[in-house]
Each structure stands twice: as structure tokens, then as C-alpha cells.
């Protein structure tokens, strides 16, 4: 089976690829354009372990200029990771690659997925499109994001449903919720909190840290993941991908400071237009129809995302 995965070389993208490639019935290609919050030779870097993998096939390219009905052919599988992540970043003037990435090219590859004979054509949406909610959330909730980037992500699952409704693409979206874990993006909070702590800088917190998030481990979030292409009658779903542990951003600062036997200055900043004080995934859904069950405390999955900040940074 043929699966290719957009967004190869990002920090979700490449664990999905290695979890894939574990299944010697999977051939992989890769696909990503180097661009976002990451540097490139971190992104590079996320790539060493598949690159040399005889099942994984890389290929440096944007999908808004490809040619993507060439790359769709043969295909049985799509994951469609790529695009411009980040909350925070999305205000301002740098709106345009959010708009570009997310929905510009969600539609270019839905448009080239027309005429295939795609088995799945898996979006990696998100957590945002919710907004302010209280409690658990189900797929079934209300949709309103509070940000331009929850917005875009918003926009790709509408795509995605008209594309299915029109012309049969067999869309299935999944959810994701703060994903953590090594490889994290340098702009999300875990992999910043560790490294000014091991750095000796103070901790930044926008708000007064009593915000809460429904924290998933990368190795459950690609396990879910992975399970959609086996999973019976998702076709047309949306399913929520959430961790094991929801926590605020105080607990996770305790945690961090017990885990690397350090402590840093808090600085508390204004908090940020667009952020939802709490998110947390109502699971059963994906519980029923894959089995899914989130296996990672906070605490194993921080001390993993340590190691490995520790040695990117050689701290
Ligand atoms: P990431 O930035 O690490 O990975 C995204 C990758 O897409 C990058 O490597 C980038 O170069 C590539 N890309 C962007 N535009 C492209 C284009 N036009 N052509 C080819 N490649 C392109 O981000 P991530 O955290 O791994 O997120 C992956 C996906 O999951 C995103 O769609 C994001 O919106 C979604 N998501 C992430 C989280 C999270 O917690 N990380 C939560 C919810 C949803
Ligand atoms: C993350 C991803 O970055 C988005 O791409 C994704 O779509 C989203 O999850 C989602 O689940 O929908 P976010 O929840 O903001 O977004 O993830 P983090 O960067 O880990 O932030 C978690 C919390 O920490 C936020 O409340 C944020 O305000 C806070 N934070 C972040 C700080 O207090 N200080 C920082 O330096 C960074």
C-alpha cells in the first residue's frame, strides 16, 4: 500500500511516517516544502531516521506549485499534515502563508485527488476550530474558532466535506490536541518552557497560566492516527485525537522544574488574543471505531521531550 504523507518533515509528519513505515505492507512518500515556525535543519534533522529507510521516499516540494496529480498517482492512501501551524503567530500581518498553506493548498490536492482511486484522504485538523468551550468536547460540538489560524484550519475541513460531497474523495478528518513530545516545534510551549528552564532564562506565560489543554503525547497522537487507515465506516468522519492527560500550564511548569531539578524566574504576560482557556477531547469516538486509548502520562512524555531538547541543544 501507497501512503503519502504531506508535511513529512515536521514534527507530527515525520513520527507518522516512522510509525507507517513499522507495517512492512507500507511504502511512504514524503512530501514537504521546509517552511513554518521550524528552522530548516531542525526539520532536516527530523528526516535522519527515515531517509535512509528502503520503504521512504522524500521529496523537497511545495504543494501549491507541484505538480500534484503526478504525485497522486499510484496512491492509496493520503495524509494531509502540511500546512502553516501555530496559534499565536496567525494575528498580524504574516496572515498570508496561513491562508496559502492551509487552504490554497488543501484545495489544490483535494482538486488533484479528483480522478484517483484514493482509499482515504486523512486531514490533520485541529483542536482550534472549537473555540471557548466548557468541558469535554465531542466532534458534534459547535464550531468557532477564536483565531485566524483556527479559522484556516476551519476552511480545509469545509473543503474537505465539499470535495467528498461533490466528487467522492473519501475524507476522513482527525482532530489533533496539543501535541507533545521530541520534535516538538520550538514555538509551542513544552519545547519553550524546557529550553529557557535547562538555559537558565526565565519561563514565559501568556495569561496567569490557569489555562488548561488536553496535552497528547506524539506517539498516541500517531498511533490514532495511523489506526484510521484500517478503521471500518470512518469514511465522512471526524474524529478527536486527544492524550491522556489534560493539565494547565502551572502544572506543566511544576512538572518541568521537578523533572529537571531546576528552577527559572515566571514572568507572566499579557495573555494572547485567540486562545482558548481549555480544550479537552471527548475520545470515545475514536475509542469505538479503532480502539484508540492514549497510553502516555505527562510525566513520561515530558521527560522524553527533555531528553531530546537536551540534546538538540547539546544542554
Ligand atoms: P510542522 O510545522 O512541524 O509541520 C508542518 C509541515 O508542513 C512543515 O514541515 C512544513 O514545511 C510543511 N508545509 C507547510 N506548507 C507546505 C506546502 N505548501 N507544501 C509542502 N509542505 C508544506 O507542524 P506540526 O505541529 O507537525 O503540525 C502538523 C499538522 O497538524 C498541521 O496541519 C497542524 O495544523 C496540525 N495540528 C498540529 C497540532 C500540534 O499540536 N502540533 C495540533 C493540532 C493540529
Ligand atoms: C497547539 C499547536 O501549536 C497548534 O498548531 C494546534 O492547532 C493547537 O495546539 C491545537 O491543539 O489546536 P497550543 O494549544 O497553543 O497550540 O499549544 P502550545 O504552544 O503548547 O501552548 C499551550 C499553552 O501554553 C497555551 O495556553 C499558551 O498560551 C501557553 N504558552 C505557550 C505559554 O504560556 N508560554 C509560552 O511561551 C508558550
Not at 131 to 143: H, I, M, N, Q, T
Not at 220 to 227: F, I, N, Q
Request: charged content about 20%; some cysteine; aromatic content about 10%.
Amino acid at each position: 500500500m501507497k501512503i503519502l504523507v504531506t508535511g513529512a518533515a515536521g514534527f507530527i509528519g515525520s513520527h507518522l511516517c516512522e510509525k507507517l513505515l513499522a507495517d512492512p505492507n507500507y511504502e511512504v512518500i514524503g512530501v514537504d516544502t521546509f517552511t513554518g515556525p521550524t528552522p530548516d535543519q531542525m526539520k532536516k534533522s527530523n528526516l535522519t531516521g527515515l531517509e535512509a529507510h528502503p520503504r521512504f521516499t522524500f521529496i523537497q516540494a511545495d504543494l501549491l506549485t507541484f505538480d500534484l496529480e503526478k504525485l497522486l498517482d499510484g496512491i492509496h492512501i493520503v495524509y494531509h499534515l502540511a500546512g502553516m501551524p501555530g496559534v499565536r503567530s496567525s494575528w498580524g500581518k504574516d496572515f498570508g502563508p496561513y491562508v496559502t498553506n492551509n487552504i490554497v493548498a488543501t484545495q489544490l490536492l483535494l482538486e488533484a485527488a479528483k480522478n484517483k482511486p484514493i482509499e482515504k484522504f486523512i486531514y490533520a485538523s485541529t483542536s482550534s476550530v472549537y473555540g471557548e468551550k466548557d468541558g469535554k468536547v465531542a466532534e458534534s460540538a459547535p464550531l468557532s474558532p477564536l483565531s485566524p489560524y483556527g479559522i484556516t484550519k476551519l476552511t480545509g475541513e469545509y473543503l474537505c466535506n465539499v470535495y467528498q460531497k461533490s466528487y467522492n474523495i473519501p475524507v476522513v478528518t482527525v482532530r489533533f490536541f496539543t501535541v507533545y513530545g521530541p520534535r516538538q516545534r520550538p514555538d509551542m510551549a513544552f519545547h519553550r518552557f524546557i529550553a529557557q528552564i535547562l538555559k537558565g532564562q526565565p519561563l514565559t506565560i501568556y495569561g496567569d497560566g490557569t489555562q488548561s489543554r488536553d496535552f497528547t503525547y506524539i506517539s498516541d497522537c500517531v498511533e490514532g492516527t495511523a489506526a484510521v487507515i484500517r478503521a471500518q465506516k470512518v469514511i465522512g468522519e471526524t474524529i478527536n485525537i486527544g492524550g491522556k492527560e489534560r493539565a494547565t500550564v502551572n502544572d506543566v511548569i511544576m512538572l518541568i522544574e521537578t523533572l529537571t531539578g531546576k528552577k527559572a524566574p515566571l514572568v507572566y504576560l499579557p495573555k494572547i488574543s485567540g486562545e482558548p482557556k481549555h480544550t479537552w477531547a471527548d475520545i470515545s469516538k475514536a475509542r469505538s471505531l479503532f480502539g484508540y486509548d492514549p497510553k502516555v502520562s505527562l510525566r513520561d512524555g515530558l521527560a522524553m521531550e527533555i531528553e531530546y531538547i537536551r540534546s538538540v541543544y547539546s544542554l
